[in-house]
């Protein structure tokens, strides 16, 4: 089956990055163009990120660079890491060859030093780890104090609902697998994704020294309406359950 993938590349099995060498032109392209990357997540992450002006921000998994671009474009200095090499040759099309860009697993001790960044920003990447503690330990020790982490997860309640419309029976208080395989241009990925509730991602965040500026269920770019008509119809309010965001600023463990 066919899915529609989301922003992040980073799984905590190393072997995934040569999963996403084998999607990564057609993964960088529909990034472009769907409405759940370039019209939803995408812009409510920077309009989140407000301000970067001369901000030093992480990329974290940052796959083709798009999130990357606009932060630089933005004023900030930005640098990102991904798993995939592939993925990361997408970035460097877009960003050119001195995009500050490096190939790490995002389960790896990251190569700076304590309070190197204003803000770390990691999009529909976590999903990949099964335990979120140690990343998000090497995302506060890096951060300055009072730094932030710029979350963007797949939304807990969609996961579960998801799950129970194709027929699933699984239970949303538990940390669970979800398997999906997806084919892009000429390559095929198979990925596995570990749903959670909303309390297991606030405790993992409390537990790592993040206290909650800001939980955001954005509404799609005002372009999306005009872009997708047919997706809108049937929606008042022009928001849909899709991603969960957050702001969490870096304080003292």
């Known amino acids: 089956m066919v899915q529609t993938p989301r922003d992040g590349t980073t799984t905590d099995d190393h072997s995934a990055g040569a999963a996403y060498d084998s999607i990564a032109e057609g993964y960088a392209a529909l990034n472009e163009t769907s409405l759940l990357n370039e019209y939803y997540n995408r812009p409510a992450l920077i309009q989140l990120a407000g301000d970067v002006t001369g901000h030093r921000i992480l990329d974290a998994a940052c796959g083709s660079g798009p999130i990357l671009s606009d932060l630089r474009d933005r ?8 798993s995939s090499q592939g993925m990361l040759d997408q970035a460097r099309q877009r960003l050119g060859t001195d995009a500050d860009l490096f190939v790490a697993d995002l389960a790896d001790a990251l190569p700076f030093a304590d309070d190197t960044f204003d ?31 710029i979350v963007s997860e797949e939304h807990p309640s969609a996961t579960f609902l998801g799950d129970r419309l194709s027929g699933g029976t699984s239970e949303y208080f538990g940390t669970r697998p979800r398997t999906e395989e997806w084919t892009l241009g000429a390559g095929t990925a198979e990925l596995t994704f570990w749903d959670r509730p909303l309390h297991a991602m606030t405790d993992a965040f409390a537990a790592a020294g993040f206290r909650i500026e800001t939980i955001s269920e954005p509404a799609p770019a005002a372009a999306a309406y005009e872009r997708f008509p047919d997706e809108f119809e049937n929606r008042p309010s022009g928001r849909f359950l899709a991603f969960l965001l957050f702001v969490l600023i870096a304080v003292e463990i």
Request: hydrophobic share 45%; no cysteine.
């Open 75 to 82: 004023g900030a200095v930005a640098t990102g890491f991904d």
């Open 119 to 149: 803000d770390v920003i990691v999009s529909q990447a976590l999903h990949y780890l099964e335990d979120w503690a140690p990343t998000l330990a090497e995302f506060h020790r890096v951060l300055k104090p009072g730094g932030r982490l």
